[in-house]
T-cell receptor, first 115, second 106 residues
Framework: GAGVSQSPSNKVTEKGKDVELRCDPI?????LYWYRQSLGQGLEFLIY????????KSGLPSDRFSAERTGGSVSTLTIQRTQQEDSAVYLC?????????????FGSGTQLSVL | AQRVTQPEKLLSVFKGAPVELKCNYS??????LFWYVQYSRQRLQLLLR??SRESIKGFTADLNKGETSFHLKKPFAQEEDSAMYYC????????FGTGTRLQVFP
């Protein structure tokens, strides 16, 4: 009955490497969001899933970023050829049903450091 | 364009003082507004939503459509209120402001 689970909690990588960040939403939650949290930038929307489809990918910063969701559950955010500006906390959130008065439940995030 | 603006990065007050964290929004439709809070070493969590017109931990927020604001208020701040506060607007997705760090000194 745990909340939203993200792994790894910390990831240090070298510039140019690819990374995968994982999110396990609360069971039964149909909506899943990825946000990026960095100093001075607040929470930046990346992508939103309803079931396995992503109606809104408008926040992905570049084509190096991609995300998928399988089985209406687990989601993976992939960053290819990482750059130093990708360093941030990546937050995942899920909700029971998107729409009016939606309440998001957040994971504890993945701290990504690109050296 | 949909936008949430939190003009203050840091707000420092003494215990017992009133607190107001400012939030302004830009949205052409009927807004749904929220306040989320992140305490030290905890997850981001919902504090309150305008539709519920609720008071949580002594905090209230009133939607002012004329001024396009949704300021968060508490009459007497407590040390345990120290946290990062984010205002959020639900348009076609939930977008957040840049956050305000509230520090309450003893």
């Amino acid at each position: 009955g745990a909340g939203v689970s993200q792994s790894p909690s910390n990831k240090v990588t070298e510039k140019g490497k690819d990374v995968e960040l994982r999110c396990d939403p609360i069971s039964g939650h149909t909506a899943l969001y990825w946000y990026r949290q960095s100093l001075g930038q607040g929470l930046e929307f990346l992508i939103y899933f309803q079931g396995n489809s992503a109606p809104d990918k408008s926040g992905l910063p570049s084509d190096r970023f991609s995300a998928e969701r399988t089985g209406g559950s687990v989601s993976t955010l992939t960053i290819q050829r990482t750059q130093q500006e990708d360093s941030a906390v990546y937050l995942c959130a899920s909700s029971l049903d998107p729409g009016f008065n939606e309440k998001l439940f957040f994971g504890s995030g993945t701290q990504l450091s690109v050296l | 364009a949909q936008r949430v603006t939190q003009p203050e990065k840091l707000l420092s007050v003494f215990k017992g003082a009133p607190v107001e964290l400012k939030c302004n929004y830009s949205y052409s439709g009927s807004p749904e507004l929220f306040w989320y809070v992140q305490y030290s070493r905890q997850r981001l969590q919902l504090l309150l939503r305008h539709i519920s017109r609720e008071s949580i931990k002594g905090f209230t927020a009133d939607l002012n459509k004329g001024e396009t604001s949704f300021h968060l208020k508490k009459p007497f701040a407590q040390e345990e209120d120290s946290a990062m506060y984010y205002c959020a607007l639900r348009a076609d997705k939930l977008i957040f402001g840049t956050g305000t760090r509230l520090q309450v000194f003893p």
